[in-house]
Each structure stands twice: as C-alpha cells, then as structure tokens.
C-alpha cells in the first residue's frame, strides 16, 4: 500500500482525467475531496453525468442539476468560463427548459445547448403524451429551423418535436428528411408543425420525381432511399409529419 | 511470423509477434516511419527502445495484447459513453491483483505512452471502479493518500461542491 502512495498522486493529468470522466457525478464529488491536485482535475474534467437539468427562463435564468438526490444551482451571476466548463461535453437523461428567454438566459441555454448531450427534452410541455420523448411547446415561436435541426442532430431513436406555432420551415423539414432517409441513425421523426411548413413540404415531395405518393395512406416514399414520410392531420386539427428510415 | 524485438528501459528484450502491435499507436508509427515492414529491412536486427516502460510492465502490457488479439483497433479521439464502458471479466481478473498497487497504475502509464486505447480505457475504467459509492476519506485510506486538507479547507470544498441531499 505504501508503495502506491506516490504514484497514485503522480498520475499524469490526462489519466487521472480519464479516471474522473468515467465516474457519475455523486462518486466524482467524493473523489474531489481527496486532495487538492484531485480537486482541480474535478473541475477542469468535463463529461459530467445527470439525471436532470432544468433550464428556468425565469428571472435572468437559472440551471438546476439533479444527480440522484443532489442537486446544484447556477444563476445569471455565475461566471460564464465556469459554466461552460461545468458542462462541457456533459450529458443528461432529461433536459428541461422552461420560461420565456431573454438575452441573458438564451445566452446561458446556448452554452448549454452547445456542449450537453441529452436523450429526452422537454421544453415547456403543454400537451405532453406518454408517446413523447421530445416534447415542444411554445407560443413565442422560439423554436426556429437552426434549432429544429441541431435537436435532431444531438437525438437517436424515437423523437418528436411538438411545435405547432413555431417558424419551421419546408426547407427545415427536408433536411430532416434527409437525416432519417440516410438510416444509419434509426432516427424516428415525428414533427407537430405549422400548417404552413406542413402543406408547402407536402407540396414540395408531391412534385418530386424521386417520391412515391400513395394517396390511400398519405406516405411518401423515396424510390432510391425507401424512406417513408407519412402526412396526416390529428384530431384537433393538428398537423403532423412523420418520418421513418428504411425499413430493412 | 515476423518478431519485432522490444527493450524495456532495464535493457531487457522482449521479441513480439508483428501483427500484435497494431495495437500501440506509438509502436505503430515507429515501425512505418522505420521502414520495417520493408522485407528487405531486417526487422530483429532493429530493436525498438522503449525507455519509459519498464521489463516487468511491458511484460504485462504484451500478455495484454496477446489475449486482445484481432480486437478492433480504436482510432481517434475516445468517444465511448463513459458510463457504458464495462470491464470485461478477464480483464478485471487480469488487473486486479495489482489494483491498488503500483503496478497497475505504471500499466495504465505505460498504456497510455504506447497509445494502446484499449487498454487505456479498460484500466482507467476499472481504477474508476474502484471509488464507487466511497467518500473522501475512504479513498485516501484505500489508495494511501495523506489528507492534505485543513478542517477549514475541507469546510470551503464542501460548500463549493453544495449539492443538497
């Protein structure tokens, strides 16, 4: 034991990092307190692991992070450098962002947003079903192309994005479309969108050589990809889009 | 069989099979940048030097990648999910005899320096294994680290780190 002494404290930084990153969040906290060269590493290791974070557009903004019963706050007062670096490369079970943004929080929810991986989002969800993993909801049309697109980007599986007043456009819905066709991601797509985006990218794949209309169903479906994209209206008028990868 | 002769920092040489060290990034670039693959070069006669591993660790290192023969090769940045990362069971059996020793810990350097992401990843994961569910004082009992910590500092850690249970 006594021999491990010194090499357990000279460990090269980028191991000892190594070491930390693995860890979920309760241990790495424990770790950090076992003296000061293990506290720093603590800080400056990112791949921090929750269960929860919450994004209050509330007052400026603030961050809540759960991780089994602990949970830690960030408000607009905490330096930018020491969030970024709080949640650099970090992932999350469930993101939730709620409130009305201002420059100050969509500033925070974009640091956020650039390094933390998640596997369920819920933005102020009105409508939520069981169904849903993603779930959108927001008058303020914040939910934009740019956006609609880097979600998607960061999900796997099953998604829907519930976003009937947002500004998504056909040009956004393609995209998308394209992502699922490639198939390798098994991404799953269900969109609750505008009427306006959903007629104009119904248009749009009617005229398209490369799509098959089957006007029984009301699927698309890509001659070479053999993706599907499957249009319909729900009950209370809402428009939905749902695309799947090929099916093997 | 091409054998490729090694030479830990205690000048001892080790010959080892060609093919298993793709698996060493920095043993890999060695032999292409050395031509030794050319047949006209005579591989044996061209010891590697390896001067910050020592025999008895590259001896461990080497029955490493004899048992992960043909395993892919990680190329790259890792991008594992950290928290599904398993340590297999002759793994875990193969590191645990030194686990809180020294020597596991110069294998994980040693890792490390030759750039064998596979092993890299494995033994930090299982050093990593080591502090679940352990406080502070736990580990530094099981590692032997002194507490270098005033009770006052020790105080300033606990706040900066508020989570409340």
């Known amino acids: ?248 | 069989m091409v054998l490729i002769t090694l030479v830990s920092s205690d000048e001892q040489n080790f010959p080892v099979e060609r093919e298993l060290l793709k698996q060493s990034g920095t043993i890999e670039t060695l032999i292409v940048n050395m031509n030794l693959d050319d047949e006209d070069t005579d591989a044996a006669a061209m010891p590697i030097p390896l001067p910050n591993v020592k025999g008895d660790v590259l001896e461990k290192v080497i029955q490493w990648m004899e048992h992960h023969k043909g395993d892919p090769v990680k190329e790259g940045d890792n991008e594992d999910n950290n928290a599904e990362i398993v340590v297999p069971q002759w793994d875990d059996d193969f590191f645990k005899p030194a686990m809180y020793g020294s020597k596991h810990l110069e294998l994980t350097v040693a890792a490390s320096y030759l750039d064998i992401k596979n092993l890299l990843t494995l033994s930090c994961k299982a050093i990593s294994n080591t502090f679940k569910g352990k406080t502070g004082p736990q580990i530094r009992e099981e590692w032997g680290v002194p507490n270098e910590f005033t009770p006052e500092e020790e105080e300033a850690i606990r706040k900066e780190n508020e989570w409340s249970e």
């Open chain 1, 1 to 248: 034991m006594s021999q491990s002494t010194t090499s357990f404290l000279s460990l090269p930084s980028e191991i000892a990092m190594q070491i930390i990153e693995k860890l979920d969040q309760k241990d790495r906290m424990n770790l950090a307190s076992v003296n000061k060269r293990f506290f720093k590493l603590d800080m400056m290791t990112g791949h921090r692991r929750f269960d929860f974070v919450q994004f209050k557009a509330e007052n400026g903004g603030f961050i809540e992070v759960e991780s089994g019963t602990k949970h830690q706050k960030f408000n607009r007062f905490t330096m930018i450098d020491k969030f970024s670096t709080f949640f650099n490369k970090a992932t999350t079970k469930t993101l939730s962002i709620t409130g009305r943004l201002e420059v100050m929080s969509e500033r925070m929810l974009q640091i956020l947003m650039n390094n933390i991986e998640f596997d369920k989002l819920i933005i102020d969800v009105v409508n939520y079903k069981s169904h849903r993993i993603i779930a959108f909801f927001s008058d303020e049309s914040f939910i934009d192309d740019d956006l609609f697109i880097h979600l998607l980007s960061k999900t796997s599986g099953r998604t829907v994005i519930d976003c009937p007043n947002s500004t998504i456009t056909k040009a956004a819905l393609a995209t998308v479309f394209e992502i699922v066709s490639i198939g390798s991601t098994k991404k799953e797509v269900i969109s609750c969108v505008k009427e306006d985006g959903f007629l104009r990218y119904f248009q749009e794949l009617y005229y398209h050589p490369i799509y098959e209309y089957n006007p029984v169903d009301g699927v698309f479906t890509g001659i070479y990809s053999r993706a599907t994209a499957w249009f319909y209206k729900e009950d209370d008028d809402r428009m939905i889009i749902e695309m799947r990868p090929p099916q093997k």
